[in-house]
């Protein structure tokens, strides 16, 4: 997923997304330590969605504190 496409989701689906990932991200390792992925890269994209989708949820809530300020 790329960050210009989370930059166009909701508040509501940015958490869903974020949500959704991690137990992504938790299978994948679980199922590497039991045996070999076929893709073991995808631990890695997960990881970096992950980042993504905390940096916009930042970016977020810094703008929303600094438009009450």
């Known amino acids: ?3 210009e496409d989370i ?6 689906d ?5 949500r959704e990932e991690r137990k992504m991200q ?3 390792k679980f199922a590497h330590a039991v045996s070999t992925l076929e893709n073991p890269s995808k631990i ?4 970096k969605v ?4 905390l ?3 930042n970016v977020r809530r ?8």
């Open 55 to 57: 940096t916009e949820t």
């Open 14 to 18: 940015l958490s869903s997304k974020l």
């Open 7 to 12: 930059k166009n989701l909701s508040n509501a």
């Open 50 to 53: 992950i980042a993504r989708l």
């Open 62 to 69: 810094i703008n929303q504190i600094k438009e009450q300020e």
């Open 26 to 28: 938790t299978k994948l």
């Open 1 to 3: 997923m790329k960050y």
């Open 44 to 47: 890695k994209e997960t990881k």
